[in-house]
């Protein structure tokens, strides 16, 4: 890559250190990346050819998850290196066991993506969604090596299409073929000459509904909420979802509450729990023969969320009030209506949810007071928004098949 690709690489990588001495992600990031090269010395065997899987967090991570298991069922002698750039998808799921290698990628520079190549020795690279990184896919095309991209969503807005952004472009130019998520993307990439895109949808489907089939069990969940007529289940919460969700909680004795906040330090439970004026719980101190009493349980733990989606009438979303919002697939797969922000402009599985009308957005709490209303003391509008959300995931199923049959026939 070009001089100022480098250069701003190099300035975000400053950035990251200078950030690492005072906040904890950061460091982990910068410690991560340091152990990367030493890793994949121990653990890879210097002559196998291994399948190289690159996602940005936890969220794409979900969204290749389906491809690399179907690859690992129907080819068990393939091996995966997966790597993660964020501290939120690899300290989570660093000890997924259905790769052969997981760590951080380096940042992109031409020194470490040569070495980086050199150590996996790639047969191909799969990359999910939003990663481009141009030192990367220049040394892979540089190799000749099969570069994808899956569940790629492109907008108009984005630097590819403007009439500056011929740095950007030539990354583009260095995949193989793109499975993208809708039409809209593929005559985005049609327009400045890419051709080999095949719109195969969002492989995220894929991977709730199975999450579903597979969904756990909670005792001390089930013993809350099961006399409970309505529960609301607030996943992936911050502080201003919280704001608009917990004042009708505290106001409506009729309905139970799980909120399962992104972040969940001591500070941060001891802040949330001090708003709840109604009996309240930490999921890992209540006992299932107690649970009844609760009107609010807070789940203080990973990995459990995408199946207490299942005990609830409702869902509200975190994230609109930030970044964007997080996975609303994950509850709509249980035929539950779903509430989030105003930040849902990239995702478009959220649009599409609202314009069928299993899915809405709010701006503020009375927003919020009027759509619960309205669901809670109607049950055929309740049901209706319920049932048009489990529609709406079963009618998009089968991108991980699509994209497995032409990778590997």
């Excluded at 150590?119 to 969604?129: D, E, Q």
């Excluded at 193989?176 to 809708?182: G, I, S």
């Excluded at 599409?352 to 009375?366: C, P």
């Excluded at 049950?379 to 991108?399: T, V």
Aim: proline share 4%; with cysteine.
């Amino acid at each position: 890559m070009n001089f100022f690709y480098n250069s701003g690489i190099a300035f975000m990588r400053m950035g990251i250190k200078l950030a690492s001495v005072r906040h904890k992600k950061a460091r982990l990031m910068v410690q991560g990346q340091a152990d990367t090269f030493q890793y994949l010395k121990e653990h890879l065997d210097g002559e196998s050819q291994y399948i190289w899987m690159h996602v940005s967090s936890l969220g794409e991570f979900e969204q290749g998850r389906p491809l690399i298991e179907k690859i690992k069922a129907e080819h068990p002698e393939q091996r995966i290196v997966l790597t993660f750039f964020s501290p939120s998808g690899y300290e989570v799921r660093k000890d997924y066991d259905k790769a052969d290698a997981v760590c951080y990628l380096p940042f992109d520079t031409p020194g470490n993506a040569r070495r980086f190549l050199d150590l996996v020795r790639p047969s191909m690279a799969i990359f999910v969604k939003y990663e481009f990184w141009g030192n990367y896919l220049s040394e892979l095309k540089r190799r000749e090596v099969p570069t994808y991209i899956i569940s790629a969503i492109f907008r108009p807005g984005q630097s590819f299409f403007k009439p500056w952004g011929g740095m950007f472009r030539k990354m583009l130019g260095c995949f193989t073929h793109f499975y993208v998520q809708n039409e809209e993307s593929r005559q985005l990439l049609e327009g400045i000459g890419i051709n080999a895109v095949t719109v195969a949808g969002d492989t995220r489907f894929d991977r709730v509904a199975h999450v579903r089939e597979q969904a756990k069990d909670f005792p001390v969940i089930e013993k809350m909420t099961q006399e409970c007529p309505f529960t609301l289940v607030m996943g992936s919460s911050w502080p201003p979802d919280e704001d608009i969700v917990i004042p009708y909680f505290n106001a409506h004795p009729g309905m139970k509450l799980i909120i399962a906040p992104h972040e969940f330090d001591r500070e941060r439970l001891d802040a949330l729990l001090a708003r709840l004026k109604r009996k309240a719980g930490l999921y890992s101190t209540t006992r299932a023969e107690e649970a009844h009493e609760l009107d609010c349980l807070v789940i203080d733990c990973f990995g459990i969320l995408s199946s207490v989606y299942r005990y609830g009438q409702m869902a509200y979303i975190g994230g609109g009030f930030g970044s964007g919002i997080h996975n609303v697939n994950e509850a709509a797969v249980y035929g539950i209506p779903v509430v989030f922000g105003p930040k849902y402009g990239k995702f478009l599985e959220a649009k599409e949810l609202i314009a069928a009308g299993g899915g809405f957005s709010v701006r503020n709490s009375e927003e919020f007071a009027q759509i619960m209303d309205t669901l809670t003391t109607s049950a055929e509008k309740l049901k209706s928004s319920s049932r048009i959300a489990g529609d709406y995931i079963q009618s998009h199923l089968g991108a991980t098949d699509k994209i497995y049959g032409e990778l590997f026939g």
